[in-house]
């Protein structure tokens, strides 16, 4: 009886899941592999979408981004969280909340925030655009050497604060006798969050990286509206996703698009894969 109940939970989960990402993924599968008129393509839409001079490109964006955000979120989301689950008080709490705001934002209307913090001329953080960037035109804030880094502090800033809350709860969950114990031997706080908190928590951290790695690579929404707000001066094809969605609906061609689409879920079930043997994700503690 209690497994129905469990199942009842999961079932509209699992309609969703099925409608909206799996079959997607298999309609993907099939476009990448065939023609337009239906016959079977084998690999030639994938070398073909790999020889667009764009291809290349804008997959080193996509790598360059997801390596810089993914370097911020494992230093700066764990530390954040080690600190407030150290000092854990009302005020720790306060911080969670502030730390998770920004979350709470879509991710256009968060690309448009950062536009404007990125505006010289009107953004209240200007010193930082000046001396940290060094740029006094909109136009230089978002010159092309610097848009990785813009678009890992946009997602970083905007998904940083719900895995630190998700860093906290993982935190909770380590017994408080084996910190008690620590302390009694002589830990002190930095020892007790690199030899005890650190590698209780490694399955979480993996969780993240993969979960993060797997949205980094499928960047849109930041370039496209940057493009947009740039007047064309970032290219449209900046991202990976972008180039798909180009060639499928300025050029028609469905399936090169497929097949980027294709290599993209490659990518990240083999960054998956690569973490979840490293670190043991899923193998059960005796």
Do not use: C
Not at 27 to 40: C, N, Q, S
Not at 181 to 201: M, S
């Amino acid at each position: 009886m209690h497994g129905w109940r469990g199942f009842a939970f999961v079932v509209p989960y699992l309609i969703v899941l099925v409608a909206f990402g799996i079959l997607p993924v298999l309609y993907a599968v099939k476009l990448a592999f065939t023609t337009d008129g239906g016959g079977w393509a084998g690999f030639r839409n994938f070398t073909h979408s790999a020889g667009d001079y764009r291809f290349m490109s804008a997959l080193g964006h996509v790598l360059v981004f997801t390596s810089v955000w993914l370097s911020l979120l494992i230093v700066f989301v764990v530390t954040l969280a080690l600190l407030l689950h150290g000092r854990a008080s009302r005020s720790s709490a306060a911080y969670r909340f502030l730390y998770y705001i920004p979350g709470a934002l879509a991710g256009a209307a968060s690309v448009l925030v950062w536009l404007f913090m990125l505006d010289p001329s009107v953004s209240p953080g200007s010193f930082f655009v000046h001396h940290v960037l060094g740029a006094h035109l909109f136009v230089e804030s978002i010159a092309p050497g610097k848009l990785p880094l813009i678009f890992a502090m946009i997602a970083f800033w905007t998904g940083a604060g719900g895995w630190v809350v998700v860093m906290y709860g993982a935190l909770n969950t380590i017994p408080q006798e084996l910190e008690d114990a620590a302390r009694i031997d002589g830990a002190g706080p930095l020892t007790l969050a690199l030899r005890i908190k650190l590698p209780l928590i490694r399955k979480w951290i993996a969780y993240m990286v993969i979960l993060s790695f797997a949205t980094g690579t499928q960047l849109f929404v930041e370039p496209q509206l940057v493009n947009q707000a740039s007047l064309g001066m970032v290219p449209d094809t900046w991202s990976s996703n972008q180039l798909a969605y180009q060639l499928a609906f300025r050029y028609a061609d469905f399936n090169s698009a497929a097949a980027i689409s294709v290599d993209l879920l490659a990518i990240g079930l083999l960054g998956a894969v690569v973490i979840i043997s490293r670190t043991g994700l899923f193998k059960v503690e005796s």
